[in-house]
């Protein structure tokens, strides 16, 4: 009688094979999920450079500019606003306005051109956004933007990603704070969760915010 056609260890073989097969589409797949997720492709604390050096630790942090003095339209547009030289020169014709950083600033001014700043939070073109909207409804600088006051360069805090989004849409309420402190970069909620989630009831209802989910809150 005649043995096996395949030798024993050739069941192993096969086992192994297709649970390659398996894993190798499973690994790439999360593998591109988690690339796509990676600062490489968000772009999250990314090092920007830009024309001039502007230092947010000393405007934001050590002499307490409110956010709103530099990005003025962020109450009332879609867009937070780039400061224009006028606004720097509002202080820097009497402070340090001699200074060799400022020279950009200066010639710009003067020329009546703006400052080529690069943009830090880009989404998407299809992608709508509005400052206005979140800002009055008690959403801070800070929870979107990170602690400004901190940064010497301005560095993209978040992920931004849909998913990002969608988690605060979803339940507003503990990412809200009061109206007054909507620029404080220091502002923490309660540290009891039931004071916080009270806080964060009670602004809802103030604000008349509520989860916003639908696909043409944020796709017009």
């Known amino acids: 009688m005649s043995g096996p056609l395949f030798p024993r260890w050739t069941n192993t073989v096969s086992r192994l094979s297709v649970a390659g097969l398996l894993a190798v589409p499973a690994i790439s797949i999360g593998g591109l999920l988690a690339y796509a ?50 606004v720097c020169m509002s202080c820097h014709a009497q ?49 979107c933007h990170g602690r400004v006051d901190q940064m010497a360069a301005i560095e993209q805090a978040s992920t931004l990603t849909m998913a990002w989004c969608l988690d605060c849409h979803r339940n507003p309420q503990p990412h809200l704070r009061p109206a007054e402190y909507i620029t404080s970069m220091t502002w923490t909620p309660p540290a009891d ?12 209802k103030e604000y008349e915010v509520h989860s916003r989910t639908s696909c043409s809150t944020c796709h017009r």
Request: with cysteine.
């Open 193 to 204: 969760p039931k004071e916080a989630a009270a806080l964060g009831e009670t602004l809802a």
């Open 37 to 86: 997720r990676s600062p490489h492709v968000t772009n999250q604390n990314q090092p920007i450079e830009q024309p001039i050096e502007f230092d947010h630790r000393h405007h934001a942090g050590d002499e307490q500019i409110d956010c709103r003095y530099c990005h003025w339209t962020v109450e009332n547009a879609p867009s937070a606003g780039i400061p224009s030289t006028t």
């Open 95 to 143: 402070i340090w306005n001699k200074s060799p950083y400022l020279t950009e600033v200066r010639k710009a001014f003067f020329a009546d051109q703006p400052i080529p700043w690069v943009r830090v939070h880009n989404l998407p073109d299809f992608v709508y956004f509005n400052h206005s909207i979140h800002v009055n409804k008690g959403v801070g600088c800070a929870t």
